[in-house]
């Protein structure tokens, strides 16, 4: 089976760096994602790690370290906007592709 | 990309009914999913509909409980039967995008179910 961790909730003040982090236990798995879902929305991609290290969307970066079971997410120059929910994913080895999401970290931006 | 429409949006039943609600997607996929989320949770995978073939369901869920249809690349209906409330949900349909380097799944609107 697959597992995801992550905090339940964050909170930042508007301009800071933030980091989310996800660990898992998994038999394995092709990529590591993120999706932000905003309340009453659906949930959005965000990035996607297929190898380990540092992947860079303008002012979101997601890293994965296999070796340590471990992810995050990275957001900078913090916005309101950005408050949501931000869910980890795993994309399943077998031929369905299927993501099995993460408990999920709410994230609220003070101004 | 891809725009996933579902029916209906929001709908509250009685429990014991039944409601079928439908996905439907602007370009045909291979792959379609069935999630639930409730209030403040996680996305919970209940199966992978499959054009052609019977859905593959994930553990803790059932065909008798959560029949879907797939009839073609662009459409699959999820329907909730013996309501109770405990079935109270979002229900969101998802699309993935496999083949991809970068790979994404893409998201309708959800139904928000409420079972009184």
């Known amino acids: 089976g697959q597992s995801l961790e992550q905090p339940s909730e964050v909170t930042a003040v508007e301009g800071a760096i933030v980091q989310i982090n996800c660990t898992y236990q998994?038999?394995?798995?092709?990529?590591l994602s993120w999706y932000q879902q905003h309340d009453g929305g659906a949930p959005t991609f965000l990035s996607y790690n297929a190898l380990d290290g540092l992947e860079e969307t303008g002012r979101f970066s997601s890293f994965l370290s296999r070796s340590d079971s471990y992810g995050y997410l990275l957001l900078q120059e913090l916005q309101m906007k950005d408050s949501a929910s931000y869910f980890c994913a795993v994309r399943s080895m077998d031929s369905s592709y299927k993501l099995i999401f993460g408990s999920g970290t709410r994230l609220l931006v003070r101004p | 990309s891809a725009v996933i429409s579902q029916k209906p949006s929001r709908d509250i039943c009685q429990r014991g009914t039944s409601l079928t609600i439908q996905c439907q997607v602007d370009s045909q996929v291979t792959m379609m999913f069935w999630y639930r989320q409730q209030p403040g949770q996680s996305l919970t995978l209940i199966a992978t509909?499959?054009?052609?073939?019977?859905?593959?369901?994930e553990s803790g869920f059932v065909i008798d409980k959560f029949p879907i249809s797939r009839p073609n690349l662009t459409f699959s209906t999820l329907t909730v039967s013996n309501m109770s409330p405990e079935d109270s949900s979002i229900y969101l349909c998802?699309?993935?995008?496999?083949?991809?380097?970068?790979?994404?799944?893409?998201f309708g609107p959800g139904t928000r179910l409420t079972v009184t």
């Open positions: 998994t038999s394995g798995f092709y990529g």
């Open positions: 998802s699309v993935g995008t496999s083949g991809r380097p970068t790979y994404e799944q893409y």
């Open positions: 509909a499959n054009q052609g073939s019977e859905a593959t369901y």
